[in-house]
């Protein structure tokens, strides 16, 4: 018998707690093995919930209880879940999380921990809720080079664009309804600004590269500035805006950014609309495959925290290889200012667009747009920019 | 020193040699162990490749190395490669395939024999070429009950249908292209006749519910009927039409088909298009999942026949639980002719068609096409058949 505890008894906590309930024979059956849920972390009482009486609030009641091996952490923020992760894994309990704010600040000391103490410490659901993406990136992959990764891995401003395109509603209008549909918090920062996808895109470049860089050291750009007028140029160039959390391994370096980019019509990531997620990975030999699905939600992340769960206890009797980060230095990162790709640009007028742009221009009331032939440089896109002067409305990157 | 010897130097054994020795340098040092190209078989000689000095005529050189410990299948067709695959797990050797008319037919055998000989039967490359799913399945979505599966599992179809859209190609002349590209054999019948997509199908089957069923007792419909006229009703009600390959798993049973089927612009699977893959899955926690990508080609088929190599060699000191099949009998088997959808009829005249179909019409070139708004049974929609006339010219069933 298999002892697991929950950490966090929220929207993915419950859920978990109920994947595990409801799927408990054919998991059991799969596995050869059995499994009890054994206690639930929370402040709260939960006098009404089945799960009511496995609530307890002192973590030292699961840490010091020899009998649970597999810890889901699942309670957000930095702060305690951090230490209580840490606490655990050296108390030779295995760890899997939700967190992605965790894994991206802590990945490489965690995992570190795990390793020493001979357990594991797995975050399937960390990146793209649902979607297999860090098993597949890990064993799928496992015979290519990673060329690049580029993923719309955040279903809240994926859901805010969509609607924006598709029902001409402006930004605020459309984070007004996310937050009455629950798909935004009252404090919508973390997604709108792109933070939620920065840690997201970390944690994917270190799964291709072995190296994990600080989230809050790479160029993040979130959504709040983008315009109607902007998705109708999108529209007229046949691109749509998404959110892009982006990641290439060149020969000697790594880069990693976040922002709005125009995705071309030919490019897969450009259907996924509405909370959905999409993961597109290029590699040296297979070229490119997408990983798509529920990137978020009570019952896909769950799904992934109890897949995590499986594995470990699948491979609970046999050595396995731990995953070993290193965190990335200075040296390791590409100058961002050179990264290179196609632009465009939106101005107030047209004229002298044509002679300073090299590309294809179009205009829309009163305003035009010139996507360049050139790939150009983030230095030479902010040259560019400056020499427009106030004349230059936005300008964006093409995927 | 790991050594592996590949049954086969076509497309896909060439392509394993070079992911072999391309990314040799990543791969070790992914698994902390060396391994070596030792043997490859095949009746021809390959004086000009770089690896024509390890190739071998007699297969028992191969069985009979006590060193060779892992083989790779890519030989194509049932014999002698079940028979080779047979001998080598009951020597005890790790065998990886990409060979799905093996796997479909003879799977629950071999997979059995792997368990009693303590070694491992794996087929990634059985199924979307380069595109991790049978993995997946496995691992990823282990939390899951697998509600459905459907997918665009053959490119030359899928390359086909999509010329016939976009270019307005028919049927034979988009055909005659993909064989000059060498999409397409110069037999395409294992392609366009759906049976390529029926042994996939079964396997996918078999890995969402343990039950392989014989490939050849499924419904199976390829594509060499669509018409031009199709494609264009397709589009009128913004479905596009593809061949897939369908399982569906109900409280007691099992349904898989392979048909033409028109998919609505809402399913993911509908921007799938040229020679690429795509297998959408509809799990009971997650939703819906999908994986895309190239479904065949050297090397992407490669890549994922390596995954497997790496998979066995990162678990070959630990136990690891085997793929455990039964052959479905009749009784696992839902009556097909209850299987419900909606469906599209394309017939010569439209006067009768609104009183005897309830759904929605369209009028083009003299036809008239009616979808269904319920969904009706095969039964039900055999008699709507008859009951047209020769009015009838064509009738799909929508995903």
């Not at 992605?100 to 795990?114: D, N």
């Not at 859901?159 to 009252?186: C, H, N, V």
């Not at 040259?383 to 990157?397: K, P, Q």
Request: charge should be negative.
């Amino acid at each position: 018998m298999v002892n697991i505890a929950l950490l966090g008894f929220g929207v993915v906590g419950s859920g978990t707690a109920e994947v595990l309930t409801e799927n408990k024979k054919i998991i059991e059956e799969r596995l050869g093995r059995e499994y009890n849920l054994k206690y639930i972390l929370d402040l709260r009482e939960f006098p009404d919930s089945p799960f009511g009486d496995r609530v307890v609030h002192d973590f030292n009641t699961i840490l010091n209880d020899p009998e649970v091996s597999i810890v889901a952490e699942m309670m957000g923020g930095s702060h305690p879940a951090y230490d209580f992760t840490k606490a655990c894994l050296m108390a030779g309990k295995n760890v899997v999380t939700s967190n992605k704010e965790v894994v991206s600040t802590f990945g490489v000391e965690l995992c570190e921990i795990a390793k020493q103490n001979g357990v594991r410490y797995l975050f399937e659901a960390s990146v793209g809720g649902g979607i297999p993406i860090i098993r597949p990136l890990i064993n799928d992959l496992s015979s290519n080079k990673i060329n690049k990764i580029s993923g719309i891995l955040n279903g809240t401003t994926n859901y805010i664009l969509t609607s924006m395109r598709d029902k001409g509603e402006s930004f605020e209008d459309a984070l007004k309804k996310a937050q009455q549909l629950g798909y935004a918090e009252a404090n919508p920062s973390a997604d709108v600004d792109g933070i939620d996808a920065a840690r997201k895109t970390v944690i994917l470049a270190a799964l291709a590269s072995g190296k994990l860089i600080d989230p809050k050291s790479i160029h993040v750009e979130g959504i709040t500035k983008i315009t109607l007028q902007d998705t109708k140029f999108a529209e007229q160039f046949g691109y749509t805006i998404k959110l892009i959390g982006y990641t290439e391994l060149t020969a000697d370096s790594l880069i990693a950014f976040v922002s709005p980019r125009m995705v071309p019509a030919t490019n897969p990531l450009c259907r996924i609309d509405d909370v959905f997620n999409g993961v597109l990975v290029d590699a040296n030999m297979v070229g490119e495959v997408m990983f798509y699905g529920p990137g978020a939600g009570k019952l896909p992340t769950a799904s992934a925290v109890v897949a995590d769960i499986i594995d470990i206890i699948a491979a609970m009797d046999t050595t396995h290889k731990s995953i070993e980060w290193k965190q990335a230095e200075p040296c390791d990162l590409a100058d961002f200012e050179s990264y290179k790709c196609r632009r465009m640009f939106i101005v107030k007028e047209n004229e002298d667009i044509a002679a300073k742009l090299n590309g294809e221009i179009k205009a829309l009331d009163g305003a035009c747009a010139c996507v360049t032939s050139d790939v150009i440089t983030e230095r030479e896109a902010a040259e560019m920019a400056n020499s427009l002067g106030d004349a230059l409305i936005s300008v964006y990157r093409v995927l």
